[in-house]
Nanobody, 123 residues
Framework: QVQLVESGGGLVQPGGSLTLSCAAS???????IGWIRQAPGKEREVVSC????????YSPDSVKGRFTISRDSAKNTVYLQMNNLGPEDTAVYYC?????????????????WGQGIQVTVSS
């Protein structure tokens, strides 16, 4: 299984921006890489996904227009640019890989997960 490591989390003020990185241990052709978050007491939510083959992306309405996913294939890295952050975005953010490249909105469709990284939006 591909190993994934997240970085770039931390504390940011409301209205601020943050970029998360997800580095894969190997190239991931034919995979979808997703960003999934989990806030305390809430279910996991897929907030963005990108298909490595076609570059197709997915994002739910809750983050559309604020979060942008991108990839650097040469670095085996996927990025999540998050703008106009609010307290509701506070969560542990995970990157995860789907070997079937579905870019699904269901977190259970992702096979390999990173360890997660905390993002806190607070003044």
């Amino acid at each position: 299984q591909v190993q994934l490591v997240e970085s770039g989390g931390g504390l940011v003020q409301p209205g601020g921006s943050l970029t998360l990185s997800c580095a894969a241990s190997e190239s991931t052709p034919g995979y979808a890489i997703g960003w999934i978050r989990q806030a305390p007491g809430k279910e996991r939510e897929v907030v963005s996904c990108i298909s490595t083959t076609h570059g197709r992306t997915y994002s739910p309405d809750s983050v559309k227009g604020r979060f942008t996913i991108s990839r650097d294939s040469a670095k085996n890295t996927v990025y999540l640019q998050m703008n106009n952050l609010g307290p509701e975005d506070t969560a542990v953010y995970y990157c995860a890989a789907d070997q079937w490249e579905r870019c699904s909105s269901w977190s259970t469709d992702y096979d390999s997960w990173g360890q997660g990284i905390q993002v806190t939006v607070s003044s």
